[in-house]
């Protein structure tokens, strides 16, 4: 028994229209190029946040504490270093979540900066 191959059809191999001869110098000049804007675009990201947690109004409805670390990332100790003092205002920096609140990083009247935590009831937000 004699089996007969069937001839395979050879794949088309395509080329680029261009010549892309590169030097290598200029191929590690794309790379660090290519890095660099792939490195810009987790800056981008934490700048806009930054940005958009501080499009944030706060006014303080009940005496707040002041604390020294955020907490949301449950240091061991967390000094208070003041009060904000009720129908305060102050500038956001910052937000933060912890598991069953949110935290605020603020400057007060006083130039104090600090951590507030929101319970629900002792701050007002509002957007800008």
């Known amino acids: 028994m004699v ?4 001839s395979i059809p050879q794949r088309a191999t ?3 229209p261009l010549n892309l001869a590169l030097s290598e110098n200029m191929k590690r000049t794309i790379s660090v190029a290519v890095i ?3 490195a810009l675009v987790p800056v981008y990201l934490w700048l806009s946040d930054i940005k958009n947690d501080r499009k944030n109004n ?3 409805v009940i005496e707040t504490e002041l604390f020294e670390f955020p907490p949301q990332d449950y240091p ?4 208070v270093i003041g009060k904000v003092n009720s129908l305060s205002k102050v500038t956001v920096l910052r937000m933060g ?3 069953d609140f949110r935290a605020w990083k603020v400057k007060t009247e006083t130039e104090a900066e600090g951590w ?6 002792n701050i007002e937000v509002s957007k800008k």
């Open 116 to 121: 507030l935590i929101e319970d629900g009831k």
């Open 58 to 60: 706060l006014e303080v």
């Open 97 to 99: 979540y912890g598991k």
């Open 3 to 6: 089996l007969l191959r069937k």
């Open 76 to 79: 061991k100790e967390n000094r």
């Open 14 to 16: 395509y080329k680029l």
């Open 36 to 38: 660099f804007l792939i």
